[in-house]
């Protein structure tokens, strides 16, 4: 089926008997603990070791998932924008805005950016189709990206998922077109982060049924908005909403901005942001609406589906907290962050595929082998140590993604209806997210780097993916306060009644329960109780002869780790206010705490989603390739714990042997991955013509 036959010793898999495979040897026990070097031994059973055969195919349909049409679709269409990506480095700002927003409007009229819209409405009628698409999507330019991002899924998305019908009737056949370009103002360049702080305002004036929208100061005015510059005639505008002298929170509703000439309505005033780091062809920008209350919208504008206002002025709400309400709300809009988390995985596959390929072709050095040539990047164990480990996490991430994906499907297709599972969503989204970007953002610079001075030319993308990229750790959410958000879902066990609390708020609460409270609330807690039993030699023998390469043995330490360090985080904060510090002082001191455990949270989710993925294959998925899915699983999972390989240490976990052990363990498992590596960046299927890189992966590399 179109694989390729290459040398690759099978993963050997010691006290892992539900494992995928059974030619496992223990090499780690075989050992003597004491009197282990300190460098790298000869991979023992490198050779003579079976051949694997990746199928390529096999391995794209596992990776494409359920998603695979769609996927396929936009990677059929994106060669024909490829020029975009010259583009972008020869066009003037503007002409490139032009041409960014024509090919935007081309791919809508294909009907592949409005997936997830209602069909009536010119939609696909799927959410989960509409990430993939994004997601492949992220293979090209990512201007073309992230305006795909505004117009469809920030701009029309808060129009279908905060407004009710009389606004999918008036806007949104208008938006999945093209023919209504629009924005999401949220961001003022006083608040980004506290949005709940922002300084705009609607006013109602039932003299007239209409919202007054006004911006009291400079500071207050929209920042950084998408599509605000040049292109867009309406925006989804987030602001204050005080009905009869009496402010409700945070509410949107549809403001014009431009007349059909594109100049700025009488009241709005629109600034251009100027040259960015990156994605020069968006058009971001600032807006600001006259305080003396020129801009009125009628009250219809509203997007009503959490919260109404009557025609004489009265407010109504089925949410009666108002920061619930808000939380709410926001969380309609999770789609972004899970779109922006999928981009950053699949610009993370486009370094690594021209890396990687690179390095099957570059030679550096004599080596002394008979036939006098220099070797192979990708044949130094320091060039593998360098990619693979990324490459797995990327892996990892994909995995991750697409239970993620799977997840907001089912939440807002009504597959999923529960309270629970909407939190739960909304967090992994907000970890997912932070996760991804910071891949994308580790990932490109080290391939960058691994092409040597060719891969700082801007012909072969790096500078691109590098600098369009950048910002995704920020935007959707700044990916510290995504944690933090994580990190709360965490403490108080995503329970409704606490999803207004703020930071102090979850202080106090914290502070209040017993530890062990806190912790038995978690699911982790429970997951580590169940594992524990399944350890070889039990939880108090890890540092001795448990198998490296048991999947159980991984997430049992990610779940450790996770499960003490949001004991440690609830610990901190009672001793915190035990002591009579001020909550927001406990919480400022914690903070970092918070972070960790947040981020252990999702590394161990992370890790789930691979194995679970690896082992729910189906039975028609050939020996070879679950078996390099094995060796990639593994290569992220202890290459993460080798990472954290300290505080493993600090806790107990893990011997000074054993963390040896398992740097020598990665160092055979990236010998084992390197002929295997062409393939598996293969398998991501990133279009050739977007690849550009002709003088890294050419013919005539
Ligand atoms: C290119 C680009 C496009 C954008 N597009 C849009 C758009 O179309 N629409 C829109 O509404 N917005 C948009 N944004 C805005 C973006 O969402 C915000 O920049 C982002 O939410 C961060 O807000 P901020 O810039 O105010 O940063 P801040 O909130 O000021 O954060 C600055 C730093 O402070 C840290 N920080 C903040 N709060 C805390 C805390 N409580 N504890 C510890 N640390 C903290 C953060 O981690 C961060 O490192 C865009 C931004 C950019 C750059």
Redesign the pocket.
């Known amino acids: 089926m179109g694989g390729r036959r290459v040398t690759a010793a099978p993963a050997a898999r010691p006290n892992a008997p539900d494992r995928f495979d059974t030619m496992a040897t223990d090499t780690a026990a075989a050992e003597p603990a004491a009197t282990e070097p300190d460098v790298d031994q000869p991979d023992a059973d490198a050779t003579g070791a079976p051949d694997l055969t990746v199928d390529v195919p096999t391995l794209s349909a596992i990776l494409d998932g359920p998603y695979a049409d769609i996927r396929r679709t936009v990677r059929e269409q994106l060669p024909a924008y490829a020029s975009v990506l010259v583009d972008a480095e020869t066009m003037t700002r503007d002409d490139f805005r032009e041409r960014v927003l024509a090919v935007v409007l081309e791919m809508a009229a294909t009907g592949s950016t409005a997936m997830g819209f209602p069909a009536e409405y010119g939609g696909g009628g799927d959410i989960g189709a509409s990430i993939a698409a994004f997601e492949t999507l992220a293979f090209g330019d990512l201007s073309v990206l ?1 305006k795909v991002g ?1 117009q469809f899924g ?1 701009f029309g998305g808060a129009i279908l998922q905060l407004g009710t019908q009389r606004h999918h009737d008036a806007y949104l056949a208008d938006v999945v077109s093209g023919r209504l370009l629009g ?5 003022e360049t006083g ?4 949005v709940q702080a922002l300084g705009t305002v609607a006013t109602y004036d039932p003299a007239t049924s209409e919202f007054v929208i006004t911006t009291p100061d400079e500071r207050s005015g ?7 510059a040049r292109h867009g005639r309406a925006a989804v505008v ?1 602001a204050q909403l005080e009905v009869a002298g009496e402010r409700h929170g945070v509410h949107a509703l549809v403001v014009p901005l431009r007349d059909e000439d594109g100049n700025p309505l009488p009241g709005v005033r629109i600034e251009d ?1 100027g040259p ?1 780091m990156g ?1 020069n062809g ?1 058009d ?1 920008g600032r807006i600001w609406f006259d305080p003396d209350g020129t801009v009125r919208v009628p009250r219809e504008n509203l997007l009503n589906r959490f919260a109404d206002v009557t025609e004489d002025g009265v407010y109504t709400s089925d949410i009666e907290s108002a920061g619930r309400r808000f939380f709410t709300m926001l969380g309609t809009l999770v789609q972004g962050r899970v779109s922006v988390g999928a981009a950053g995985v699949s610009a993370a596959k486009v370094a690594l595929t021209i890396a990687i390929r690179h390095g099957l072709r570059r030679r550096q050095f004599e080596t002394g082998t008979d036939d006098g040539q220099e070797q192979l990047l990708l044949d130094y164990g320091l060039h593998q140590r360098r990619l693979f480990p990324r490459l797995a996490r990327t892996y990892a991430l994909h995995c991750a993604q697409e239970v993620l994906t799977g997840q907001l499907h089912d939440v807002f297709s009504g597959i999923a209806t529960d309270e629970e599972s909407r939190r739960l969503l909304e967090s992994r989204a907000a970890g997912t997210k932070a996760l991804a970007t910071w891949l994308a953002t580790d990932v490109i610079q080290e391939c960058r780097e691994a092409c040597g001075g060719a891969g700082y030319l801007s012909e072969n993308r790096f500078a691109a993916l590098k600098a369009d990229t950048d ?1 995704f750790a ?8 995504l944690l ?1 958000l994580v990190g709360k879902g965490l403490l108080t066990d995503y329970a409704s009644e606490f999803s207004d609390l703020d ?1 102090l708020g979850t202080v106090r609460f914290v502070a209040e329960l017993a530890v062990e409270t806190v912790l038995e609330r978690t699911k982790v807690h429970k997951l580590f109780e169940q594992i524990r039993d399944a350890l070889p030699g039990g939880s108090d023998e890890w540092h001795t002869d448990s198998g490296l390469r048991d999947p159980d043995y991984h997430l049992a330490m990610f779940r450790f780790r996770e499960e003490h360090q949001i004991g440690s985080v609830a610990r901190r904060l009672k001793r915190g206010v035990d002591s009579g510090m001020d909550a927001g002082e406990v919480f400022s001191r914690v ?1 970092d705490h918070v972070i960790s455990a947040a981020r252990a949270h999702m590394e161990r989710l992370v890790l789930e989603a691979f194995v679970d993925k690896v082992r729910g294959l189906g039975e028609d998925v050939d020996e070879d390739t679950r078996l390099a899915l094995n060796l990639l699983c593994d290569l992220h999972a202890l290459s993460a714990i080798e990472a954290d390989a300290a505080w493993f240490m600090e806790h107990g976990r893990l011997t000074a042997q054993r963390s040896k052990a398992i740097t020598r363990e990665i160092g055979d498992l990236c010998r084992r991955v390197r002929p295997l590596a062409a393939d598996l960046v293969a398998a991501f299927g990133v279009p050739e013509a977007m690849l550009r890189a002709e003088a890294l992966i050419g013919e005539d590399a």
């Open positions: 992230v505004v920030l924005c999401f103002a949220m961001t608040h980004g982060s506290n929209k920042d950084y908005i998408g599509n605000a987030f942001d960015k994605l968006v971001n910002v920020t935007f959707e959410g700044d990916n510290h306060v933090q930071q903070q």
